[in-house]
T-cell receptor, first 109, second 117 residues
Framework: GQNIDQPTEMTATEGAIVQINCTYQ??????LFWYQQHAGEAPTFLSY??LDGLEEKGRFSSFLSRSKGYSYLLLKELQMKDSASYLC??????????WGAGTKLIIKP | GAVVSQHPSRVICKSGTSVKIECRSL??????MFWYRQFPKKSLMLMAT?????????EQGVEKDKFLINHASLTLSTLTVTSAHPEDSSFYIC?????????????FGPGTRLTVL
């Protein structure tokens, strides 16, 4: 079956760095997305990886290892507004998004 | 990025009534749109994939007759919750895939919070 695993909740301190891990098992693979979702709002796109390696975009970076079925989202210089849920989603061979349950990130002052 | 609108943003209705939610791609043509449902503190649950000009593909466990989907044009898909009941109360989100996007990402509408009394 197809499956995405990510931690349910993480806590970090303002100004620090946090890494949110995601492992996936899908029928075929056409890339991995990270989305941010604030409470009561729709998800917004953060990143997309289809090749191995690190993609950096400002304070956010995303890493992919296809051989390990593993990705992480790295958030630097954490701000209070980064408190949100972070959703990992893999695109399978049918270009269907398989969603993780999301990681709730709590930022403390 | 591409913009997807959704209307209404909130709706409160009585049990037994039907509610229609519209999803529009504003600056691109979306041959495929997706309807999700999200319960509090849970992830997105795909309900159905809506293809322009053809019948929607429903996920297992989603009642076709209860959640009617129409994708009549390349910029509009509608979800109608028929004979709504309190257990249908949820956050409904649509998304659309922009064929011109290099990432195959889905762009999400702002969501519709449905409360059935």
């Amino acid at each position: 079956g197809q499956n995405i695993d990510q931690p349910t909740e993480m806590t970090a301190t303002e100004g620090a760095i946090v890494q949110i891990n995601c492992t996936y098992q899908t029928s075929g693979f056409n890339g991995l997305f990270w989305y941010q979702q604030h409470a009561g709002e729709a998800p917004t796109f953060l990143s997309y990886n289809v090749l191995d390696g690190l993609e950096e975009k400002g304070r956010f970076s995303s890493f992919l290892s296809r051989s390990k079925g593993y990705s992480y989202l790295l958030l630097k210089e954490l701000q209070m507004k980064d408190s949100a849920s972070y959703l990992c989603a893999a695109l399978d061979s049918n270009y269907q998004l398989i969603w993780g349950a999301g990681t709730k990130l709590i930022i403390k002052p | 990025g591409a913009v997807v609108s959704q209307h209404p943003s909130r709706v409160i209705c009585k049990s037994g009534t039907s509610v229609k939610i519209e999803c529009r791609s504003l600056d691109f043509q979306a041959t495929t749109m997706f309807w999700y449902r999200q319960f509090p503190k849970k992830s997105l649950m795909l309900m159905a994939t809506s293809n322009e000009g053809s019948k929607a593909t429903y996920e297992q466990g989603v009642e076709k007759d209860k959640f009617l989907i129409n994708h009549a044009s390349l910029t509009l898909s509608t979800l109608t919750v028929t004979s709504a009941h309190p257990e249908d109360s949820s956050f409904y989100i649509c998304s659309a895939r922009d064929p011109g996007s290099s990432y195959n990402e889905q762009f999400f509408g702002p969501g519709t919070r449905l409360t059935v009394l």
